[in-house]
Structures are given as structure tokens and as C-alpha cells.
């Protein structure tokens, strides 16, 4: 059972909603602005204390560039936990640790055979092409499927969703967050109004996997394990991005199919087989959430 908070800043009492939303905005910036400054001024140090000359950070190695987005990471949890505390008065159940292990590996699980089962259907239809390729590197993608899983996950999960929920109730909730996960990639390379709407899609099941558990681990675990898997292993786009590359493998769309049904340029989150099976994992994890009576959140 998620956790909304009650106390502090969430108390009730006038203006509670506005209360909320305005939280919501200090914590979305505070947490992307702390992670910016520990990555960059870490891998800066790191430079500097490793003797190495470089044009720009962006030529670091990409060891160090993993190590310093961890540390980042850290930060950013740590934060929270204090920011909760001092802010809201209260504990932080969701980042609870005891089941982190195994709701991060189910995340990572269910992520990768998500979007596994999303490519399959395309190869198997003939509308993409996957090949085999040399490995030139995994550090990159580890630090971007951990950055996207960690970061996105907390911003999204346990600020937006939860304290739009604090404001507005659950189903406002739930579209809103998934509607601002999905209009927040329209600016990427090759977004496109449907490509927009997979992603609003697949909402559902990682928003469900907080529910359910009441912790962002295995919501994390999903995202990172898509993004990876999507990326780093099948060798394709994500969200109209090469970042996260350097596999074993290279899919491209088939000649002449329509992006409808490959995902052209933005990957294959972006077709139909990702619209539909997004929505069916959606629809069953968040049916399972509403059995389990998930969807009536906790004060304490």
C-alpha cells in the first residue's frame, strides 16, 4: 500500500491540494538539480584527480561516468529520505530496504521480458531486423538504464503520482502521471504523438508495481530492465535515442513497413505490438492492485 503522507507540508487543514502540488514542484526540482551537480562535479573531480586532460566531460572515460551517476543516484535517494522527514514528518517506507533486492531483480525481470515479448512479436512478423554484433561497451548503458530507472522513477513515482494523489485523489493520479510521463518525451528525437501514447500505455504496469508493493524498487527495476534491454541487448533506439548501445545485437526496422508497426526511428516501445501488450500488462497489474486493495492509499 502506497504511502501519500498526512503530516507536515500534507497536513490537512486549507489549500491542502495546492500544498501538494507546490511540494511537488520544490521536490522535481531539488532532486534533478542535486543530481546534475553530484554527477557533474564528481566526474570534474574525478578528472582532475585522475591527471587527465580533456576538451569537455563529455570525452571522460566511461568508468568514471558510470561511478559518478551512481554516486549521484545515492545522493538523491539520501535526499529524499531527509527532505521526507523534515518535510512531511514522516518515515520513507518506499524506499524501504529489506525487499529491495528481490522487488528490484522482479522489476528487472518483467521490464526485459516486457519489452522481450514487445520485439519478438515484431521479428516474428517480419517488421524489424535484429543482427549480430560486436560488444564495444556496457558502462554507458548501465549508467543510463540506472539513471533513467533510479531518477525518472523517483521524480514520477514517489513525487508526481504520489502527491498528485494527495491532491486529487487516484484516478486523476494515474492519468496524470502517466500523461506527463508521455508528453515528456514528445520533444525527443522521432517522438510522434503515437509514439507518446505507447508510453502513456505501459504507465499502468509500473505505476501498478508501486502500488503493489508500496516501495519504488521494482518500479525502478522495470524501467531500467526495458531501457537496457531495449537498448544494450536488442541494440535499439529508446525513446528516439541511441545512448544506451554497445550489445550484442542490432535491430533496425524492415524496408518499406510502416513505423506503426516497427517503431521507425523511436524504437519498438513506439509500435502497435507495444501499444497493445503495454496495455494488456497494464490491465492486469492494475486489476491485481485493485483486488488487493491497492487502490486506497495509507496517511501514516
Avoid at 524501504?96 to 512478423?125: D, M
Avoid at 522521432?190 to 508495481?209: H, K, M, N, R, W
Wanted: glycine share 12%; net charge positive; aromatic share 10%.
Amino acid at each position: 500500500m502506497v504511502v501519500i503522507g498526512s503530516a507536515g507540508v500534507l497536513a490537512p487543514g486549507k489549500w491542502r491540494w495546492l500544498r501538494a502540488l507546490g511540494w511537488l514542484v520544490v521536490l522535481c526540482v531539488g532532486t534533478v538539480i542535486l543530481y546534475n551537480a553530484v554527477a557533474r562535479g564528481g566526474l570534474w573531480l574525478a578528472v582532475r584527480a585522475g591527471g587527465i586532460r580533456l576538451d569537455s566531460l563529455s570525452a571522460a572515460p566511461a568508468a568514471y561516468k558510470l561511478v559518478v551517476a551512481i554516486i549521484g543516484l545515492l545522493a538523491v535517494l539520501i535526499a529524499y529520505r531527509a527532505t521526507i522527514r523534515f518535510g512531511e514528518r514522516r518515515a520513507t517506507p518506499e524506499l524501504g530496504l529489506r525487499r529491495a533486492p528481490w522487488e528490484l531483480l522482479a522489476g528487472l525481470i518483467i521490464g526485459g521480458a516486457l519489452l522481450g515479448a514487445i520485439v519478438g512479436v515484431q521479428w516474428l512478423f517480419g517488421w524489424v531486423i535484429i543482427t549480430p554484433k560486436p560488444i564495444d561497451g556496457v558502462a554507458l548503458a548501465l549508467r543510463d538504464s540506472l539513471r533513467s530507472g533510479v531518477l525518472e522513477e523517483l521524480v514520477m513515482r514517489l513525487v508526481i503520482f504520489r502527491l498528485l494523489w494527495r491532491a486529487f485523489g487516484i484516478w486523476p493520479a494515474l492519468a496524470g502521471a502517466a500523461v506527463v510521463f508521455g508528453l515528456l518525451h514528445l520533444a525527443n528525437p522521432d517522438a510522434s504523438l503515437f509514439a507518446v501514447a505507447c508510453l502513456i500505455a505501459g504507465e499502468g504496469a509500473i505505476i501498478a508495481l508501486y502500488m503493489i508493493t508500496g516501495r519504488a524498487w521494482a518500479s525502478m527495476g522495470m524501467h531500467a530492465g526495458w531501457n537496457f534491454t531495449q537498448g544494450w541487448r536488442l541494440g535499439a533506439a529508446v525513446s528516439g535515442t541511441g545512448e544506451i548501445a554497445g550489445g550484442p545485437l542490432a535491430l533496425r526496422p524492415a524496408a518499406h513497413v510502416s513505423e506503426l508497426l516497427s517503431g521507425g526511428g523511436f524504437g519498438p516501445e513506439a509500435s502497435l505490438s507495444a501499444l497493445v501488450l503495454s496495455l494488456l500488462a497494464s490491465a492486469a497489474l492494475l486489476w491485481w492492485a485493485w483486488a488487493r486493495g491497492d487502490f486506497v492509499a495509507s496517511d501514516a
